[in-house]
């Protein structure tokens, strides 16, 4: 899955918006990141499954506990991934 299409997806874009703006520099619980929200529990973790397989989101256990947060040292890998995937469309759109 391609970064563009990981971070195109509007309840994505909700939850990486929670996850910046949040207080918590440990990251959130998916029960926190539910209220702030109003998404479901479900929908909420898959769409974190999905931004924690892309690399943009990290999970730490403590205990029983995972909190989630955005991984501020991959952001520049990320940014490059994008760069590469925009570079891509450009050239299907105009061969």
Same mark, same amino acid.
């Given at each position: 899955?391609?970064?563009?299409?990981?971070?195109?997806?509007?309840?994505?874009?909700?939850?990486?918006?929670?996850?910046?703006?949040?207080?918590?520099?440990?990251?959130?619980? *998916?029960?926190?990141?539910?209220?702030?929200? =109003?998404?479901?529990?479900?929908? *909420?973790?898959?769409?974190?499954?999905?931004?924690?397989?892309?690399?943009?989101?990290?999970?730490?256990?403590?205990?029983?506990?995972?909190?989630? =947060?955005?991984d *501020?040292?991959?952001?520049?890998?990320?940014?490059?991934?994008? *760069?590469?995937?925009?570079? =891509?469309?450009?050239?299907?759109?105009?061969q």
């Amino acid at each position: 899955q391609s970064i563009l299409t990981a971070i195109g997806g509007e309840t994505r874009q909700i939850i990486l918006l929670v996850l910046m703006e949040s207080d918590c520099e440990s990251g959130m619980r *998916v029960g926190e990141i539910t209220a702030k929200t =109003h998404l479901s529990r479900p929908a *909420v973790s898959h769409q974190l499954k999905i931004l924690k397989d892309i690399g943009i989101v990290k999970m730490r256990e403590e205990g029983t506990k995972n909190f989630y =947060h955005i991984d *501020v040292s991959a952001k520049l890998n990320i940014l490059r991934k994008l *760069v590469m995937d925009i570079e =891509h469309l450009m050239k299907e759109f105009y061969q």
